[in-house]
T-cell receptor, first 116, second 109 residues
Framework: DAGVTQSPTHLIKTRGQQVTLRCSPKSGHDTVSWYQQALGQGPQFIFQYYEEEERQRGNFPDRFSGHQYPNYSSELNVNALLLGDSALYLC???????????????FGPGTRLTVL | GQNIDQPTEMTATEGAIVQINCTYQTSGFNGLFWYQQHAGEAPTFLSYNVLDGLEEKGRFSSFLSRSKGYSYLLLKELQMKDSASYLCAVKPLGGKLIFGQGTELSVKP
């Protein structure tokens, strides 16, 4: 049973560029959330996708956008990259209601983004 | 506002017991989670509390008091591999999961 997968594992970009990160949820999960984790901090919620729509959003600017596909996989797009966007970006999926502990996040390995 | 507090760092000895505390202030409450995160890896789910009391799972136990806005994670028979960051996360009513900054636990021989 494959867990949450993310690609790429590492990425280096320069200021002003755009980046797309990808995530495939754990089998049996239909909800995908994205988090940003700075060094030494806990994950910060970016947004959550369910049924191909953004359902909840954290305090992140519109430069951060996403998408969910019919197979539940998801993308995180960040435009006009800033130095402060350097972080570990985590994707998490959660189980279909009634099939596990509600709202439990199962995290992927993350994408380490460095903005120079 | 919404706030979660946990100690930044703790050190303990192999074989000992350690308790990591977490206090929270959120707009409503719909569950508290503990996650373990080894350096350079993703967080992994440890425990979930939604009602007051103690939940035991092997060497790990988690306690919740909703009236006090307080939880702790208890690790028994510490092993070197338990060295990691431990994240407390709270789910407010109708809101997104909020994580604390994490407690970096170092287990020494």
């Amino acid at each position: 049973d494959a867990g949450v997968t993310q690609s790429p594992t590492h990425l280096i970009k320069t200021r002003g560029q755009q980046v797309t990160l990808r995530c495939s949820p754990k089998s049996g999960h239909d909800t995908v959330s994205w988090y940003q984790q700075a060094l030494g901090q806990g994950p910060q919620f970016i947004f959550q996708y369910y049924e191909e729509e953004e359902r909840q959003r954290g305090n992140f600017p519109d430069r951060f956008s996403g998408h969910q596909y019919p197979n539940y996989s998801s993308e995180l797009n960040v435009n006009a990259l800033l130095l402060g966007d350097s972080a570990l970006y985590l994707c998490a999926s959660s189980p279909i209601p009634g099939t596990g502990v509600p709202d439990t996040q199962y995290f992927g390995p993350g994408t380490r983004l460095t903005v120079l | 506002g919404q706030n979660i507090d946990q100690p930044t760092e703790m050190t303990a000895t192999e074989g000992a017991i350690v308790q990591i505390n977490c206090t929270y202030q959120t707009s409503g409450f719909n569950g508290l989670f503990w996650y373990q995160q080894h350096a350079g890896e993703a967080p992994t789910f440890l425990s979930y509390n939604v009602l007051d009391g103690l939940e035991e799972k092997g060497r790990f136990s988690s306690f919740l008091s909703r009236s006090k806005g307080y939880s702790y994670l208890l690790l028994k028979e510490l092993q070197m591999k338990d060295s990691a960051s431990y994240l407390c996360a709270v789910k407010p009513l109708g809101g997104k999961l909020i994580f604390g900054q994490g407690t970096e636990l170092s287990v020494k021989p």
